[in-house]
């Protein structure tokens, strides 16, 4: 069973409250012994569940920071539009980006971090919004000489963003041998 000893009451108790005896101090020798779960040697379900909950939480954000890493570089395509004099697909594209990329990974991403990085985060996620509605404006406006410089403004505000990534997730799944 458990294989725990426990000491039998003296056989002057009425039955019931030996029994109670024994259950009372077998339960409190199980549950009230966390040094003896420090050195158990294996991890019950529930702990498992949990760590393998928290694995699953840290790949997602690792995937957010990662997709924000891609998508920095791909702010260039604003500044092919505007060489085409393609306003509308600016103006689309700079929709798409704060629906898509600030709204779904990076504020998403942004929530999971703490302290004075949270806080670093909630400004470039505001700068990442207002580099979208510029070079919104400036397509709307077909200022196309202005978006090369809105469109790297984007793409550093993005870049500085990724670089907030927690150290943990850094370790876990970063490429720190390179």
């Not at 924000?68 to 689309?92: H, V, W, Y």
């Not at 991403?109 to 700068?127: F, P, T, V």
């Not at 000489?145 to 150290?167: C, I, K, M, T």
Request: some cysteine; overall charge neutral.
């Amino acid at each position: 069973m458990l294989g725990l000893l426990v000491a039998l009451p003296s056989l002057k108790a009425p039955a019931a409250a030996s029994r109670r005896a024994v259950l009372g101090a077998a339960s409190s020798a199980v549950f009230a012994a966390p040094a003896f779960a420090a050195e158990k040697g294996y991890i019950t379900l529930d702990e498992y569940n949990k760590k393998k909950a928290e694995a699953k939480k840290d790949e997602a954000l690792y995937g957010q920071f990662e997709s924000l890493r891609e998508r920095a570089a791909q702010t260039g395509e604003f500044d092919k539009l505007a060489e085409k004099g393609d306003f509308s697909g600016i103006s689309n594209l700079a929709r798409n980006w704060d629906a898509s990329i600030r709204k779904e990974v990076l504020e998403v991403a942004m929530k999971s971090l703490d302290g004075s990085d949270r806080k670093k985060g909630e400004a470039l996620n505001n700068a990442v919004l207002d580099d979208c509605k510029k070079l919104n404006k400036l397509a709307q406006a077909g200022a196309k000489d202005d978006v090369p410089a809105a469109s790297a403004a984007l793409r550093g505000h993005v870049e500085e963003f990724y670089q907030l990534e927690p150290r943990r997730i850094q370790e876990k799944f970063g490429l720190s041998d390179l």
